[in-house]
């Protein structure tokens, strides 16, 4: 923008600031350029004797993908105002502003404008519609759109597919995607990181390696959402054939894919890997996000000391912290049982201007719980200026059971049950607590109480990485293809562990004998 300030000096210097195309270029630049800047852009505008549709097109538009998109309605009504009439330029702007501000009724009134000034035919118009009633929520106007769009290209069929996946509506979104006449990597991105959104993890790798055998190459925005899959999945083999896809396709490691990286090496237990990822790059070169992301990672590792010493470093070098650095410092604290840290790191907070989030409450209750001040984490949560959320309940029962509290483990547990009355695991919980003091009838109750709502405990179930592919197992699982030699193996380790057993009891009985 230096330069271009320079330049746009000198134009005014020699005259030509009333120079159409110059400053037309200059417009352009200073309002959509990722460089540029769009309040240098609409001073610019505000010095034009006589705009022109375009010019107010081009503020529009760059206000749109701004941090102040509401600002671009702004400047179409004071465009309408001026008596400048809008044309098919205009409207997919307004679209994509009542989009990201994720305003239904205002992108109505959008698309009311464009029925009224006849666009309604416009495809590039209906993609945005589409695009931006998705974004809102509202699928069913969405798809309304696209099914009034008569020549639908990629775009159309990507937008309501994205749309669909955004939504967490993956059945459709399938559906439609399986209709498309055509695919790209975008339509390939939509769909995987919808499954991601869903939890749906094994699901978007299958689609990965379906988008891999049609050919089409994978982009940064399809890696991010695989790395994330991989880090829930616990999934280390596949999160490394990623990295490998990576570096054999020659994607540029962004700092975007930097994080999910070190994100995703650290969730999977590799936390070297994370930190040799973390210190691939200048720190000069580093955000927020990868600080947030290795300083997390060590936390859950237990690092809890080289944790806070990569927060200090992060503040020496000038990355001032967020609501998610001081979220990972209380894991932190919590992991490494440090209750005045926790409390400094949550007070500053509010210094620093954020306002504590549940899932900070829910940390520090983490931390008081875990250190068995079950009684101040109790008066703690009693006077948040929100209500108490499972996350916190669930972190002071298990505070108040592993540091034999049961009698405010018994309130908590109450609290549980009427907070999510159709959650199996909060039934269990208080009847376990009420087993751990032989209170057999009460812990009766509640197991039939679960069974009245229709309730049942879900199984637990393990994931098994074996050269690269993901196999899930529960309890008595006979659904696995190779179950029957799974079993056979199962039974020789078995057999073989009681045969050490009771040659260890023999070796035991004749040592005991000749001891005697």
Known sequence: MSDLKQLHALVITFGLSHDD???SKILSFSA????????????????????ILSHWNTVIRGYSKSRSPDKSISVFVQMCRAGVSPDHLTYPFLAKASARLLKVELGGAVHAQ??????ESDRFIGNSLVHMYASCGDIVYARKVFDGILTKNLVSWNAMVDGYAKCGDLTLARELFDLMPQRDVVSWSSLIDGYVKSRGYLEAMTVFEEMQDSGCKANEVTMVSLLCACAHLGALDQGRMMHSYMMDNRLPITLALRTSLVDMYAKC??????????????????????????????????LVKESLELFSEMQRIGIAPDEITYLCLLSACAHGGLVMKA???????????????????????????????????????????????????????????????????????????????DHDGRYIGLSNVYAIVKRWDEARTMREAMER???????GFSLLEMSGALHRFIAH???????EQIYMMLNFVVCQMKYDVDNDNQKYYFFDMRDV
């Open 21 to 23: 195309p110059v400053i």
């Open 32 to 51: 959509v350029s990722d460089a540029g800047s769009i309040d240098y852009a609409f001073r610019v505008f505000l010095s034009l004797p006589n705009a």
């Open 114 to 119: 464009v029925v009224k000034a006849g666009y």
């Open 269 to 302: 237990g590799a936390i070297e890997e994370a930190l040799a990822i973390f210190f691939g790059v200048s720190i000069h070169q580093t955000d927020v996000l990868l600080w947030n992301a290795i300083i997390g990672g060590l936390a859950t590792h237990g």
């Open 343 to 421: 409390w400094y790191f949550f007070d500053c907070l509010g210094k620093n201007g954020m306002v504590p989030k549940s899932e900070h409450y829910a940390c520090l209750v983490d931390v008081l719980a875990r250190a068995g001040q079950v009684e101040e984490a109790y008066q703690f949560l009693c006077q948040m200026p929100m209500g108490p959320t499972a996350s916190m309940l669930g972190a002071l029962l298990n505070g108040c059971i592993n540091h034999g509290k049961l009698d405010l483990a018994e309130i908590v547990g109450r609290k549980l049950v009427e907070l999510q009355p």
């Open 453 to 459: 709502r229709g309730l049942k405990k879900t199984a």
């Open 477 to 483: 699982d006979k659904t696995h293809p190779r179950s």
